[in-house]
């Protein structure tokens, strides 16, 4: 297809093991978005990536949070010792570019849930 | 701390009526400004955005307002259609890098 795809599209993990969560950004797309959705939440942003390099990861929650992303298209996701409170919904979008006038085109999500 | 601020958890509206939906936001270094709707298992897809050089978008029957003195946007839906029934959410950036969600409205269109 030719949107945003994520892999798995739901996982259920056991609290302390890690994930992996993956997205596969649109075609041309340099710019990649990860954004969490909590129960009753909005949606929290975690880190962008322009190209393979990631100029804000402060809304990363905490160092068992990770991101990467390799020739400048697929990226995944690592939470390292999985808690509870990781349990949302983790949705990646992406865009031509960064900048004004780019609308983000969203994936479907990742529903974790930590037991 | 939440930068960006929908205070009505959820909105009904009559079919064909008007539908307003709210936002607050309090950076002012906000410059660019969002619609996403959401439907139930899906990701949110983009509605309408607006910087903040204008005071007003529109596109068919959406029209978002903008009131920078405020620190509001909203978006007016007109006329309202049971299609439009889904979650809204306004996001807020500045120079279009991170962007800032609010919790979203859920609006249903009674038919």
């Known amino acids: 297809g030719a949107g945003v795809s994520q892999s798995p599209s739901n996982k259920v993990t056991e609290k302390g093991k890690d994930v992996e969560l993956r997205c596969d950004p649109i075609s041309g797309h340099t710019a990649l978005y990860w954004y969490r959705q909590s129960l009753g939440q909005g949606l929290e942003f975690l880190i962008y990536?322009?190209?393979?390099?990631?100029?804000?990861k402060s809304g990363l929650p905490s160092d068992r949070f990770s991101a990467e992303r390799t020739g400048g298209s697929v990226s995944t996701l690592t939470i390292q010792r999985t808690q509870q409170e990781d349990s949302a919904v983790y949705l990646c979008a992406s865009s031509p570019t960064s900048g004004l006038g780019n609308e983000q085109f969203f994936g479907p999500g990742t529903r974790l849930t930590v037991l | 701390d939440q930068q960006v601020k929908q205070n009505s958890p959820s909105l009904s509206v009559q079919e064909g009526r008007i539908s307003i939906l709210n936002c607050d936001y309090t950076?002012?270094?906000?410059?660019?400004f969002l619609w996403y709707k959401k439907y139930p298992a899906e990701g949110p897809t983009f509605l309408i955005s607006i910087s903040s050089i204008k005071d007003k978008n529109e596109d068919g029957r959406f029209t978002v307002f903008l009131n920078k003195s405020a620190k509001h946007l909203s978006l007016h839906i007109v006329p309202s259609q049971p299609g439009d029934s889904a979650v809204y959410f306004c996001a807020a950036s500045r120079a279009g890098n991170q962007f800032y969600f609010g919790t979203g409205t859920s609006l249903t269109v009674i038919p």
């Open positions: 950076n002012s270094m906000f410059d660019y």
């Open positions: 990536f322009q190209g393979n390099s990631a100029p804000d």
